[in-house]
């Protein structure tokens, strides 16, 4: 069955360093994926998309890069802030389907 | 330009009972999906209306069941309620299109006792 992975651990890193969080897939090609972040108590928001025919996508200090060989995502925050402590999750369309699958998500602290 | 959002924001049932969550979607917005979010956990898909139908349904049982209104608002309900149902409640639009990203609401946080 399609299934996402990313590190359950939590990540902490320091202020002004780049944070790299991973998303794995495996048993998939979708065509697409989206990457969300999550604040306590709150909704997801979506960030980023990434389509299987694009190699990186860039928005603000935020990168996304999409390996469909590798079946791997990497989401890299530059020059981080402590406002950039969240949850971030990475999301897969199914194909065929209108279902989106999520990862766990991976919590970021960065400290000050 | 308001976004989605979602009613109650929290709610405290028992066992057994049954329970409504509401949503309005986003402006412009004609699909309505849902989502279960155990604590830890990723949104889980429970169903996804469309023109007032459920269009596909997740790993969910039948005590799951849900509306669509012709303004596009949505409804969930849940019987027979279980522990193991309380989790945040997670409604999402999305415009009808391909790699339209969600938007969600902020969540109706259920426990159940």
């Known amino acids: 069955s399609q299934k996402i992975e990313q590190n359950s651990e939590a990540l902490n890193i320091q202020e002004g360093k780049t944070a790299t969080l991973t998303c794995n897939y495996t048993?998939?090609?979708?065509?697409?994926l989206q990457w969300y972040r999550q604040d306590p108590g709150r909704g997801p928001v979506f960030l980023l998309l990434?389509?299987?025919?694009?190699k990186e996508k860039r928005k603000e200090r935020l990168k996304v890069t999409f390996d469909t060989t590798l079946k791997q995502s990497l989401f890299h925050i530059t020059a981080s802030q402590p406002a950039d402590s969240a949850t971030y999750l990475c999301?897969?369309?199914?194909?065929?389907?209108?279902?989106?699958?999520f990862g766990t998500g991976t919590r970021l602290k960065v400290l000050a | 330009d308001a976004g989605v959002t979602q009613s109650p924001t929290h709610l405290i049932k028992t066992r057994g009972q049954q329970v409504t969550l509401r949503c309005s979607p986003k402006?412009?917005?004609?699909?309505v999906s849902w989502y279960q979010q155990a604590l830890g956990q990723g949104p889980q898909f429970i169903f996804q209306?469309?023109?007032?139908?459920?269009?596909q349904r997740g790993n969910f049982p039948d005590r799951f069941s849900g509306h669509q209104f012709p303004n596009y608002s949505s409804e969930l309900n849940v019987n027979a309620l279980l522990l193991g149902d309380s989790a945040l409640y997670l409604c999402?639009?999305?415009?009808?299109?391909?790699?339209?990203?969600?938007?969600f609401g902020n969540g109706t946080r259920l426990t159940v006792t």
């Open positions: 999301a897969l369309p199914t194909s065929g389907t209108y279902k989106y699958i």
């Open positions: 048993n998939y090609s979708p065509a697409y």
């Open positions: 990434i389509r299987e025919n694009e």
């Open positions: 402006s412009g917005h004609d699909t």
């Open positions: 209306y469309y023109e007032e139908e459920e269009r």
């Open positions: 999402a639009s999305i415009a009808d299109r391909g790699g339209s990203p969600l938007h």
